[in-house]
């Protein structure tokens, strides 16, 4: 089920980037998505975001193939990893690169 999931939301993270065409656009480059190691049902998913010609941030993610979704981030405090959502939003700067990877910024699909 998860492994669908994956695949759905991938699917649709790739027609997104694909309506943003143009020079002054944000663009998604290699979406991929793994299952939670912590909770079955879960599944975290990863990408590259640049920016177009203004700064920007993306405020949400949403896929009919999760019951929630949530942009989070994972932290290292006093030696305890712990995940929080990131209710602002994962800002993109003007023609940066934001990497969302394990370990860091992710898009969390609940079920």
């Known amino acids: ?5 994956i695949v759905l939301l991938v699917a649709v993270i790739g027609l997104i980037a ?13 979406p991929w998505g793994r299952p939670s190691p912590m ?9 590259e975001i640049t920016g177009g010609a203004t700064d920007d941030t993306i405020v949400s993610a949403t896929s009919s193939a999760c019951g929630v979704t949530e942009l989070h981030e994972t932290t290292m405090s006093d030696g305890v990893m712990s995940m929080q959502e990131r209710p ?8 940066e690169t934001v990497f969302l990877e394990p370990g860091g910024l992710h898009v969390m699909c609940i079920d």
């Not at 694909?18 to 290699?30: N, R």
């Not at 909770?39 to 990408?47: L, P, T, V």
Request: include cysteine.
């Open 39 to 47: 909770s079955a049902g879960n599944a975290a998913f990863y990408m």
């Open 18 to 30: 694909a309506a943003c065409g143009g020079d002054d656009s944000v663009s998604v480059e290699d």
């Open 1 to 5: 089920m998860a492994r669908i999931r």
């Open 88 to 95: 602002d939003g994962i800002p993109v700067p003007a023609g």
